[in-house]
């Protein structure tokens, strides 16, 4: 017994150094987490943290290499030409839609319902110029199962007059289901940023899917972590939603509150549209653009990014007036294609 009494003052020391070692790895390990303000670094709790949640101020922002995201910028002429602005008796701006066919015009069931008139194509502002082409609207059509407000299926067509197919591009439908891959879109619209009443114009915005669900009916765009210089909303529905040159979707709603700056420090996830996505309706819209160009006269469009006829001529014209005709005058062909002719018909020899 005493022999054992003998080991119990060395077991108490060891005990104690032990305790000592672990309080100060615990220690350490707390305060390597901390920053120069004692606040815990976010980095040690996950490195892998991407952009946080909506609305969480003053967080770090994350950036994906890469990102094709980008502020709301001017369209010029021609570079949408598939884009169509939908425009009331009153000559009032009303939403955009999109050219899939001749005479046949996607946008919001809810922009169907509206008073519509009449449709510019070739339209940067909501005016009528010698630049622009105006059609008179025959009919509309809502998507079958569109009911109301509440529908998640805010999706309609409009069919106008027939028109020359020199004026405008028609866009490619889209056939991805999957949109997991796909992250970054653009999205086409008139008056993005800009107030009610003030004109409107073309604009785009490049913008990012969050944790797209695959089979999902509703897609919900952000734009975060960016340096701006204009302000930041969608006042806009019945806009394109590109990727890849093909159309992926309609915006069904935009957001009216903007955000005037923005940075690439800070994130603030902003939410930008509702975008109905284009596997959800393509079946429907391609029975209709099937049965409309059963009935075309016309040469059927370009499709985008093809740019029409028209569009060529013009900036053959802008470059050096009289170009255009100068280029399609069979005297002027023959002087260009002759040494060509001559050549091949030496390589031949």
């Not at 502002?125 to 059609?135: E, F, G, I, R, V």
Request: contains cysteine; proline residues 4%.
């Amino acid at each position: 017994m005493k022999n054992k009494l003998d080991f119990l003052p060395i077991i108490v020391i060891l005990f104690g150094v032990v305790s000592v070692c672990v309080g100060e790895n615990v220690k350490k390990s707390i305060d390597d987490n901390r920053d120069d303000t004692g606040d815990i670094n976010d980095e040690a709790k996950d490195e892998s943290l991407d952009i946080p949640v909506e609305n969480d101020a003053n967080l770090t922002c994350t950036r994906r290499q890469n990102s094709q995201l980008h502020e709301i910028k001017t369209a010029t002429y021609k570079q949408f030409p598939f884009m169509a602005m939908i425009m009331s008796q009153q000559n009032d701006y009303l939403c955009s839609g999109v050219v899939v066919s001749n005479g046949l015009i996607l946008t919001t069931a809810k922009c169907t319902a509206m008073p519509v008139s009449y449709v510019l194509l070739n339209a940067t502002k909501d005016k009528l110029d010698d630049t622009t082409t105006m059609l008179h609207v025959i009919k509309s059509e809502k998507f079958p199962t569109f009911r109301g407000v509440e529908s998640i299926k805010d999706i309609g067509v409009i069919y106008t007059e027939k028109h020359n197919s020199t004026i405008c591009s028609k866009i490619r439908l889209s056939n991805f289901t999957n949109i997991r891959n796909i992250m970054d879109l653009e999205a086409v619209g008139y008056g993005l940023n800009t107030d009610i009443g003030a004109p409107k114009q073309m604009q785009y915005i490049g913008m990012e899917l969050r944790s797209p669900m695959e089979g999902g009916e509703i897609l919900k765009a952000y734009f975060d972590c960016i340096d701006t210089k204009v302000p930041t909303c969608f006042r806009d529905t019945g806009s394109a939603v590109v990727y890849d040159n093909e159309l992926i979707g309609i915006v069904s709603q935009g957001q009216e509150e903007c955000t005037k700056e923005m940075t690439s420090t800070y994130a603030i996830n902003k939410k930008m549209a509702d975008i109905v996505p284009t596997f959800t309706f393509k079946a429907w819209l391609d029975e209709r653009i099937r049965k409309n160009e059963e009935t075309l006269t016309e040469e059927s469009l370009s499709t985008y990014p093809h740019t029409p006829v028209v569009a060529k001529r013009r900036m053959l014209e802008q470059i050096s007036p009289g170009s255009a005709n100068q280029l399609e005058s069979p005297h002027n062909i023959f002087i260009v294609f002759y040494p060509v002719l001559v050549f091949s018909t030496f390589v031949l020899v």
